[in-house]
């Protein structure tokens, strides 16, 4: 495996049984100029140092579960060359925002939790019997709401959020954004419930539309628009119920 060069990757690193503060290890391995930073964290657990740990599942930008924060951007690590950092130090460190658990693994209770509030399942007053066939959309219904379909759950927006280090009671870019998947769903019923959650102070008048999350999504999905996107629509529909009640749908 070795070229006959080198790198240096610091990791963070965390005992809760020993450290009173997470503090930093550095590791020389060698380089290749097709691995990732995954692999490099791979490379010290196998060959040097057993006892890193931190996440990590399918190496294909699709689980999400890699996740940390490379050189001050967080980023996921199965997709993050070795050779864009070459020859320069590589710093690892977990997620901000979220309580450290060990080395670079995080807390995710807060981000499931708040996951869970928005009800990202489709909702319906009475599901149809299968032999009526299935739920048929048109191109047109499934771009509605097809961009934060590819969100990953993977953190990354929220470790880039000001707001949400600021205020942790507030709801978060990606279980706002999967909100507005649903609520965008021709086949869903439930969005009445879900702006219970999502249109408060907590919720999408948080943000303050700085739109970092946008910036670090690895899959595009735009948080910062569905955002400010359901702000637009909520407000609409607030005028239509309370001053123009005739035009309420």
């Known amino acids: 495996m070795a070229s006959g060069e080198s790198i240096t990757l610091t990791a963070t690193r965390y005992s809760p049984e020993a450290d009173v503060e997470p503090w930093l290890q550095s590791y020389v391995i060698p380089y290749r100029e097709d691995m990732v930073v995954l692999d490099a964290l791979n490379y010290i657990k196998s060959y040097v140092d057993g006892t890193l740990s931190f996440r990590w599942s399918c190496r294909m930008g699709i689980c999400g579960s890699c996740g940390m924060t490379v050189n001050g951007t967080p980023t996921l690590t199965c997709a993050s060359f070795l050779r864009d950092f070459f020859p320069g130090e590589i710093v690892v460190e977990p997620l901000a925002n979220f309580p450290l658990v060990r080395d670079l693994v995080i807390d995710m209770s807060d981000f499931m939790h708040k996951l869970g509030m928005v009800k990202p399942w ?128």
């Open 122 to 249: 489709i909702i319906r007053d009475r599901d149809k019997p299968v032999t009526e066939g299935e739920y048929r959309q048109t191109p047109a219904q499934l771009e509605e709401y097809q961009q934060y379909s590819q969100c990953i759950n993977c953190m990354l927006c929220y470790a880039a959020c000001p707001v949400y280090a600021m205020e942790p009671e507030f709801l978060g870019p990606a279980a706002i954004a999967l909100g507005r998947r649903y609520n965008l769903d021709s086949r869903d019923e439930g969005a009445l419930d879900r702006l219970k959650v999502l249109a408060t102070s907590d919720g999408i008048w948080d943000c303050t539309f700085v739109g970092e999350c946008s910036v670090v999504c690895p899959k595009n999905v735009d948080p910062a628009k569905a955002i400010q996107q359901t702000k637009v629509d909520t407000t609409i529909d607030w005028y239509k119920q309370h001053l123009l009640p005739w035009m309420r749908r």
